[in-house]
């Protein structure tokens, strides 16, 4: 019973619907969830390290055509990172932004996670005609004095070893026999001990792609350590600025995974035109693992 319970869970998405379209200087994958046949609603993006596969538990329930997209060096996204050098995450916004010109008619709702939920949040401010609302799941806002530090290579450098998260990345285990023994590696450890079965091989099987090590074939993380590591040094951009350009509508909910909070109140005030909810308690992956707070946020942005 529990042989046949594990091979259903990793025979899950064999059928996903994704898709790889040329954009300026690669390809963009992006996987759909819900009637493809219709126009895409909502677009979705992932936090730093994961993809957009990692998020179906999430996305596939929502009855409307949902695109979510994988970022540069995550997922089955082709675009360069080799001699990448940015200083904040609107390289994604950009990125994002040349995708919805170039295969998303007029605007759409965007929404995304931690690293997604910023880049959704610069994608607004940087280009208003392409997203109608934003849907911000726990985005990532600095304090001043890190922004300033991440802004200049050397800072930069120097947040790969004093930064906590960028540190451990740089250590990650990064080949692994099959995909079933990463998930039996991850399963209950670290970020994903809250994770369902079903969330935990989504990450697995849309994070993990195919490598020869040494002869053996095996697989490696689709986002590379140490891609994921500079991504989480590369925060330069002026998050609370881009909060109050959202448009009318959107709504951002936020815990405590960023220590500083005590400027959210005084955004509440500052921007009238948009929900800001904080959930001090809940964990940075609550989109996943509490969907009693991210689901009926989607469904009234959707509604509304």
């Not at 329930?61 to 996204?77: E, K, M, Q, T």
């Not at 095996?218 to 350590?225: D, M, S, T, V």
């Not at 991504?231 to 815990?255: C, D, E, F, W």
């Not at 969907?291 to 942005?301: G, K, N, T, V, Y």
């Amino acid at each position: 019973m529990q042989n046949f319970i594990m091979k259903t869970l990793f025979d899950r998405n064999k059928d996903i619907h994704r898709t790889l379209k040329p954009v300026r200087h690669g390809h963009m994958s992006g996987v759909h969830f819900g009637d493809i046949t219709q126009p895409v609603k909502l677009v979705f993006l992932h936090s730093t390290g994961f993809h957009a596969l990692s998020y179906r538990t999430l996305l596939e329930g929502l009855g409307v055509h949902v695109l979510a997209l994988d970022l540069r060096g995550h997922g089955h996204s082709e675009l360069p990172i080799e001699n990448i050098s940015f200083a904040s995450f609107r390289l994604h916004a950009r990125d994002v932004i040349a995708y919805l010109e170039q295969y998303i008619e007029g605007s759409v709702i965007l929404c995304g996670h931690s690293m997604g939920a910023s880049t959704a949040i610069l994608a607004a401010e940087m280009a208003p005609h392409k997203v109608s609302k934003v849907l911000a799941f726990d985005p990532v806002v600095l304090p001043l004095s890190a922004r300033l530090i991440m802004s200049t290579r050397a800072g930069r450098n120097f947040m790969k070893t004093r930064f906590p998260i960028a540190r451990a990345t740089g250590r990650r285990r990064n080949w692994f026999s099959s995909q079933e023994s990463a998930f039996e590696r991850f399963r209950g450890r670290g970020t994903f001990k809250q994770f369902s079965d079903e969330a935990l091989w989504d990450y697995v099987s849309g994070g993990l792609i195919p490598h020869i090590k040494d002869g053996q074939d095996g697989f490696k993380l689709a986002c590379q350590p140490h891609w994921e590591q500079f991504t989480y040094v590369a925060q330069g951009h002026n998050m609370k600025k881009a909060i109050t350009k959202l448009p009318r509508g959107s709504h951002i909910q936020l815990t405590n995974f960023v220590k500083s909070v005590d400027w959210i109140p005084k955004m509440v005030k500052k921007c009238p035109h948009i929900r800001i909810e904080h959930f001090p308690d809940a964990d940075h992956f609550f989109p996943l693992i509490n969907p009693e707070i991210s689901q009926p946020a989607l469904h009234e942005i959707l509604e509304e």
